[in-house]
């Protein structure tokens, strides 16, 4: 596979971020290349024998030491555990970690382990899609056993894409599901034998096949729904690589390799997932070696543990975006000269240096450079430039200093990043009062539209740019409080929502590409969100961790089912 | 003495009792030897004021501005305790990290007090069902443990100077009121004020004339033992980033942000950490040496 | 008599004080407890059903009554953000810090009643002034900074002991009462012991040392002044030991409002696990607590904090009563 080699190679680059401009747009146009032939047939049955999909290595993960060697204890430092497994409710990183690795999907990432298209199978062994992108005819593995000894069907698959809205559900709780999305464009869902799954859509949506692998689409066993009812959310059975062993809500989960997984057992035999709230604690618990995988460690410790002989550290492709939100509800945010100069008064070398320890990169719009969509030309548009901010500040017709607050949340890195965005403001005419929230006061003031400027983060969960820019835009978002562009700026935001309408129904990806171009060139016009950096959240393991999929683990998503140790 | 007094206070404080007098020459040997810690901890409670009130002239950096080439220096001559992650020097902040804190601290305490003098004396001068709700009222809020009473109160009204100093002041009502209240209990029992109520002097002549001058010197000393507990849950406060808002420079804060530094550089999250003890410690050492001197109780020991 | 009982009528109007106290606080506080999981909602109408269930949308009164009808119940509702009911994570958290409290509790007893007759019998020697400093130096430092550096020197540095968590990894545990004392010891299961005690000292100690602080100096005080009474001159001019005198005599008698007070100190301990248990990553009430109010977990909030309220309450009650019974002083009073 030649895409691969240059998908590698433009990786290679992501890493060493050191690239100059012409190479790195001649890597842009690889992967492009790429993504197209990726797409030329959409209708095809995708996915072999995944056991032979998992044979090419990584490129982001180290080069094994010999062959996978099974047995061992992985001690993973999430950052919290939540108190529910339901896969249905945001419960942190921790659970959703969990969820990974004892669910399976219908499909799941591509196992180049880079995060990029296409979906691979899983559970559903081959799919065709229609013509017209709507019905998605899936067939299911045969030989698929639950953790408790139950036989996958499709039966089972539509009860457990169904549960989250179906009332009648005994394991049903209203109100109490939160990112069902793959449920939303549903038309219908049907199992017309014991080996097909037939869904079909209200419109044609480019990233079903990615949405089908959020944690909120895991396969549950319908046993264990009966027997559990409400109560799967602490006794989760699904047919995922491991099974649940014992799980204390906040504190700690274990798992174990399940032996009859579909696709042989993983090599590692135990994991246990312990939440550490507190980053001092989480850093003395990887210093003493206790812990043996981090994927959460503050950035700060990065460059130190490179030389440990024990850990390693790991990073992927720059998948996460930390960005300003101008709340246009209000002044003097609500001026798009403001916006501008704040955009232009940021210096991100500084960010990415000071906050980030250098594990990021000078960001153009919401999507990435490894991510499919990407548009270099933001990346102008993102150095600092004090002259046209000063020039912007003046053209605003506002009284210097420009006053406003900057809301933010006062854990991890936030404070430190925004008293440097602070500092750059002042620079250029603007008086920044700093407000630190914690987070819950911070989501209930960014989302009722009652701040000014907002900081916050977004991750790709679902390697598809509708997953970072539809959250961000999409007028009916309720995270749209961050800039209120629905209420200030409708003309904008219809805008926004026809082009985002277009681009997730669109099924030819060369089209599709274009359209997101215009997306965040339009959001590079107004501003509404001001780019900080594109994050490369490194990974921290013990020395003798292999084959870990870098570019899930880089925006949240962690594999360890083909993890070994030496 | 009932148990609920003693839980209140960390020392024992006591309203009445009678003193002698020794010589003068004797009494000063006495007052050297017995209040040394006292005056130690008074001389460097007092360094630290006026090291948070004259930083500016005592060092040349700015603790708030940011100079990002010279981030993560090590403690050398030029900067004593070294830079931190955005370069600005870390003595200097250590310098203005005081200045929330104390200030929090001490407002807390003397809003606690007046409300809590308030709430006391009209609880033991009335007595009756008046006494009964606002000591049930005072139980109640004691049993919150202070410190997460403080944390919901912060949490529900929003972070700040303004809004930290009502939480913990709120959190700190009660221990002012039940010992108030018990020193007027005592007070009103006795025969000057019952004397006095006899030729007709009116309620706030009393509680002025009799009763407020003999609460000073418990309250004073209790206030000093509230003082080092409210600088403690301040800075707890400001460690769980429910305190005053950056970039000014904050112990606490300081401790917390730069935990995640201990491995690399120990100085940055240490010496705020030791300020805050050090001045807690002599803030002890003050009300200790006051209440030695003040409560009549212990005199002469 | 009529004390304890005045204390006992008082007592559900307390409780009841307690519960209003702790919803109006918990419903005051601005941000929805949806708003942090709503950034992952598309769907405004599924937004407005939350609501609705949860009956946010109801006028305050009105949650105030489903919320006391619930409590009068027994029920202390589900976690708004994770769907579990509290009875559940009760159950999970609250064994953890009552281990944690009762353990500090427990050094704080012994390490300050030392101190505090070491220094009311040696008084004005060095040893003396070694127990006074060490007490005020317990009351001086704060929590977090004590627990770091405890993580710092002892567990990464000297490696004495695990830096968190309450159990080690390969250990077999399977809870019945979920204090793992009590259910290691009832079935002989010592290395999950071993390991419990291994990861429980360190937290403890950082709570408890600060508290051996107060405990020292209640005990001194005491102890002075029981050394000054009579009974004690008279048995010094009997010619007893003086051994004998501090142990059999006065300790016995100025250890009863210690020790009462230590059963009041709960609280003062529990406020210290909120941030112990952080910094040790022990998964205790304290950290739930702490969650609960960041994520606007209306539900947790308010069932957490009246469990402790009302644990803290009733001992309260317990101790003042007990202390009125032992202490005939305090009877005629």
């Not at chain 1, 490129?59 to 939540?82: D, H, M, N, R, Y």
């Not at chain 1, 080996?195 to 692998?213: C, G, S």
């Not at chain 1, 997730?504 to 997306?519: G, N, P, W």
């Not at chain 2, 006899?198 to 009393?206: C, E, K, L």
Request: proline share 6%; aromatic share 10%; with cysteine.
């Amino acid at each position: 596979m030649t895409d691969a080699k240059t998908l590698e190679k433009y990786l290679n680059y992501v890493r060493e971020a050191t690239l100059s401009r012409r190479n790195f747009m001649r890597n842009t146009a690889g992967l492009a290349t790429m993504a197209a032939l990726a797409a030329c047939a959409p209708a095809a049955p995708a996915g072999q024998a995944p056991a032979a999909a998992g044979a090419t290595p990584a490129a982001g993960a180290t080069v094994a030491a010999g062959a996978p060697k099974t047995g061992g204890t992985l001690v993973f430092a999430a950052e919290s555990i939540g108190e529910s497994l339901e896969p249905g409710l945001w419960n942190g990183f921790g659970i959703s970690n969990v969820i990974d690795n004892v669910g399976a999907y219908l499909t799941r990432p591509n196992s180049s382990g880079q995060w990029t298209d296409p979906a691979e199978a899983s559970l559903a062994e081959s799919w065709t899609i229609s013509e017209d992108g709507k019905t998605y005819t899936f067939k299911i593995r045969k030989g698929v056993k639950f953790h408790d000894g139950a036989d996958l069907d499709a039966d089972a698959i539509v009860r457990s894409l169904t549960r989250q809205v179906n009332k009648d559900d005994a394991s049903f709780v209203d109100g109490l599901y939160m990112h069902v999305n793959y449920t939303f464009n549903r038309k219908s869902i049907t199992a017309p034998d014991k080996e097909t799954v037939v869904i079909e859509l209200e419109r044609p949506d480019a990233a079903y096949l990615y949405r089908l692998f959020h944690p909120s689409a895991i396969i549950i066993s319908p046993k264990a729904l009966d027997e559990y009812k409400k109560e799967i959310n602490t006794n989760l059975i699904s047919c995922g690589p491991f099974k649940i062993d014992k799980f204390t809500p906040g504190a700690e989960v274990t798992l174990v390799a399940f032996d009859d997984f579909w696709e042989g057992r993983p090599y590692i035999d135990k994991i246990v997932v312990r939440g550490y709230p507190d980053e001092g604690a989480m850093l003395a618990a990887i210093e003493a070696g206790e812990v043996n995988f981090a994927p959460y460690p503050p950035a700060s410790a990065v460059q130190r543990l490179k030389e440990s002989q024990e850990m390693k550290v790991m990073a992927g492709p720059p998948l996460i975006n930390l960005f300003l939100g101008c709340c246009t509800l209000n002044e003097p945010t609500n001026n798009h000269d403001v916006r501008l100069a704040i955009n232009y008064a940021i210096n991100r070398d500084n960010v990415i240096k000071a906050v980030l320890y250098g594990l990021g990169e000078l960001p153009a719009s919401f999507v990435g450079p490894t991510e499919f969509g990407f548009d270099p030309a933001g990346r102008d548009i993102s150095k600092q430039d004090i002259a046209k901010a000063k020039d912007h500040v003046a053209k605003s017709g506002l009284p210097t200093p420009i006053k406003f607050s900057l809301t933010y949340e006062n854990n991890r890195f936030w404070p430190q990043m925004a008293e440097l965005v602070k500092s750059d403001l002042e620079a250029v005419g603007f008086a920044v009062t700093l407000d630190a929230q914690d987070s819950g006061s911070y989501w209930g003031k960014v989302n009722d539209g009652k701040s000014q400027l907002n900081m916050n983060q977004r991750s790709l969960w679902v390697p598809d740019p509708d997953n970072k820019v539809t959250l961000l835009e999409s007028h009916n978002a309720s995270a749209q409080g961050e800039t209120g562009i629905a209420k200030a700026m409708p003309e904008y935001s219809k805008k926004m929502d026809e082009l985002l309408a277009a681009g997730v129904s669109e099924l030819d990806k060369t089209k599709r590409a274009e359209i997101y171009k215009q997306i965040q060139e339009l959001i590079l016009e107004e501003m509404p969100y001001v780019m900080l950096a594109y994050y490369t959240k490194p990974v921290i393991m013990a020395a003798n961790i292999n084959d870990l999929p870098i570019g899930g683990a880089s925006t949240e998503r962690i594999f360890l089912q083909k993890v070994w140790m030496s | 003495m009932s148990v609920a007094k003693l839980k209140d206070s960390n020392h024992l404080v006591t309203a009445t009792s009678l003193s002698k007098r020794p010589t003068l020459g004797r009494r000063l040997t006495a007052l050297r030897q017995k209040y040394e810690l006292a005056l130690l901890g008074g001389i460097f409670f007092a360094l630290v004021v006026l090291g948070t009130i004259f930083a500016p002239w005592l060092s040349p950096y700015d603790p708030i501005k940011q100079d990002i080439p010279s981030r993560l220096l090590t403690p050398s001559a030029i900067h004593w305790f070294g830079t931190d992650e955005s370069g600005r020097d870390n003595f200097t902040r250590v310098l203005y990290g005081g200045r929330p804190i104390l200030t929090t601290g001490i407002s807390s305490v003397l809003l606690a007090l007046l409300i809590g003098m308030g709430i006391g004396t009209a609880a033991g001068y009335r007595g009756g069902l008046l006494d009964d709700l606002l000591m049930r009222a005072m139980d109640i809020m004691l049993s919150f443990p202070t410190i997460l009473l403080a944390i919901l109160i912060v949490a529900s009204l929003g972070t700040g100077l303004i809004n930290t100093i009502l939480a913990i002041a709120f959190s700190l009502i009660p221990t002012f009121a039940r010992l108030v209240r018990s020193i007027v209990i005592t007070l009103v029992r006795e025969q000057y004020v019952t004397a006095a109520h006899a030729v007709g002097t009116s309620d706030w002549q009393i509680i002025a004339k009799h009763i407020f001058p003999n609460m000073i010197p418990p309250i004073i000393v209790q206030a000093t033992a509230t003082l080092a507990i409210a600088i403690s849950y301040s800075s707890a406060l400001s460690f769980l980033g429910l305190g005053v808002e950056p970039p000014r420079p904050d112990w606490g804060l300081m401790v917390s942000q730069g935990q995640r530094l201990i491995f690399d550089a120990i100085y940055i999250p240490f010496f705020p950490g030791l300020a805050i003890t050090l001045t807690v410690l002599s803030v002890n050492y003050i009300g200790d040496g006051l209440r030695d001197h003040l409560d009549p109780t212990l005199r002469n020991r | 008599m009529r004390y304890i009982l005045t204390r006992l009528i008082w007592l559900p109007i307390v409780l009841w004080a307690v519960a209003s106290l702790t919803f109006l606080v918990v419903h005051l506080v601005p941000g929805d407890p949806l708003s942090q999981v709503a950034t992952l909602v598309l769907d405004q109408a599924q937004l407005d059903r939350t609501r609705v269930e949860w009956g946010l949308d109801q006028p305050l009164w009105r949650q105030y009554g489903r919320f006391l009808g619930n409590l009068v119940r027994g029920d202390l509702g589900v976690s708004m953000a994770s769907g579990v009911p509290l009875t559940r994570l009760l159950y999970e958290k609250m064994p953890p810090t009552i281990e944690l409290a009762l353990m500090a509790m427990l050094i704080s007893t012994i390490v300050g009643i030392g101190a505090g007759v070491i220094s009311s019998t040696t008084r004005h020697k060095w040893l003396d002034y070694g127990a006074r400093t060490f007490a005020i130096l317990g009351l001086s430092i704060p929590w977090f900074w004590i627990a770091i550096l405890f993580i710092f020197v002892f567990s990464v540095k000297l490696k004495w002991t695990p830096v968190g968590g309450r159990l080690g990894v390969g250990v077999d545990y399977d809870p019945v009462t979920n204090f793992v004392l009590i259910d290691t010891l009832m079935t002989g299961n010592w290395p999950a012991l071993l390991s419990f005690l291994n990861h429980l000292i360190l937290p403890a100690l950082a709570i408890g040392l600060t508290s051996a602080g107060f405990v020292a100096r209640m005990t001194r005080s005491a102890m002075l002044e029981v050394l000054r009474a009579d009974y004690i001159r008279s048995a010094r001019a009997k010619g007893l030991h003086r051994r004998t005198i501090t142990f059999s005599h006065a300790l016995r008698n100025a250890i009863l409002p210690v020790i009462t007070l230590q059963g009041l100190q709960f609280g003062t301990l529990l406020g210290g696990a909120v941030i112990t248990e952080l910094v040790f990553a022990w998964p205790g009430l304290g950290r739930m607590l702490l969650d609960a109010i960041l994520r606007r977990d209306y539900a947790s909030v308010q069932g957490t904090v009246l469990f402790v309220a009302f644990f803290y309450v009733v001992m309260n009650l317990i101790v003042d009563v007990l202390y009125h019974v032992v202490d005939p002083r305090l009877r005629e009073a």
